[in-house]
């Protein structure tokens, strides 16, 4: 399995800003899925997880603004960023599986103030 995240860049605070991740191979499907990240001097956080049925899981820091989807007949994970902070800033990565499982190339956000 691989996965290919997409959608980074630099936006202001109070903004948005969509990730995607494509996953490939037959393992996607009884998988949950999940966006992490790693801040600047930061340990690598959790910031939003979907099971395969569609429960969904959020950091603290992100609920009401961040929204997780997966379509599994596309193979693809969302994550909708909104009233984005500058401490969000970070690289965000796709994972399929858990801490154990497969992890995507990464994709920086930048929020700036």
């Known amino acids: 399995v691989q996965l290919q995240a997409s959608g980074g860049g630099l936006v202001q605070a109070g903004g948005s800003l969509k990730l995607s991740c494509t996953a490939s191979?037959?393992?996607?499907?009884?998988?949950?899925m999940g966006w992490y990240r790693q801040g600047p001097g930061k340990q690598r956080e959790m910031v939003a997880t979907?099971?395969?049925?569609?429960?969904?899981n959020y950091a603290d820091s992100v609920k009401g603004r961040f929204t997780i989807s997966r379509d599994n007949a596309k193979k693809t994970v969302d994550l909708q960023m909104s009233s984005l902070k500058p401490e969000d800033t970070a690289v965000y990565y796709c994972n399929l599986g858990g801490s154990s499982g497969v992890w995507g190339q990464g994709t920086l956000v930048t929020v700036s103030s």
């Open positions: 979907i099971s395969f049925g569609g429960r969904t």
């Open positions: 191979g037959r393992d996607f499907i009884i998988n949950t």
